[in-house]
């Protein structure tokens, strides 16, 4: 299952589900977001060395309840994105985009696609939780109409979205 994603500049991209098969282009990726992007993803102080247990997380993509796809361009990753089912049925949400390919568009589509995917998994919508200071995030979020839901924490925000109808074909034509 591949498919095509043009970014924000008209670069074209090539995007994939994750596999176990890409780990070691995960890591290159991984070493490729500077301390601030790897903060944004994972709202806690990251090494720009990724440990076996974040690359696992990364890779450990099962098509149902842990969904995840990664953008290629020139035989490198430049950017992923992950639903994990969790409650009521929803998907949460991340993206992690190398740090140089930021402000592409490359982050929103690849969550649009998690989107339709997790659609098509059955999941009833979508989650995420973001820091207060990630624009991006929250100006995607916006574009989709997500509705912001309060969090426990002064620091983050959240995001809720329902589908609005079921996928019941293959998302690679969406």
Not at 8 to 32: H, K, Q
Not at 41 to 59: K, W
Not at 124 to 147: F, I, R, Y
Request: with cysteine; hydrophobic share 40%; net charge negative.
């Amino acid at each position: 299952m591949e498919w095509l994603l043009t970014t924000n500049d008209g670069t074209v991209l090539e995007v994939r589900p994750i596999t176990e098969a890409d780990r070691l282009d995960v890591e290159d990726l991984w070493r490729r977001c500077d301390k601030e992007s790897l903060f944004r993803r994972f709202m806690s102080g990251m090494s720009t060395e990724p440990s076996a247990l974040s690359i696992n997380f990364l890779v450990g993509c099962d098509g149902d309840s842990r969904i995840g796809v990664a953008a290629w361009y020139e035989g490198k990753i430049v950017g992923v994105a992950h639903g994990v089912r969790v409650a009521d049925n929803k998907c949460d949400l991340a993206a992690l985009v190398a740090t140089d390919w930021q402000g592409r568009g490359v982050g929103a589509r690849l969550c649009g696609r998690i989107g339709k995917l997790a659609d098509v998994a059955g999941m009833t919508g979508l989650v995420a939780e973001t820091m207060q200071c990630n624009t991006a995030v929250k100006a995607m979020t916006a574009s989709a109409d997500a509705k912001r839901v309060k969090t426990g924490d002064f620091a983050t925000c959240g995001f809720e979205m329902e589908f609005a109808h079921r996928q019941t074909s293959d998302p690679i034509a969406a």
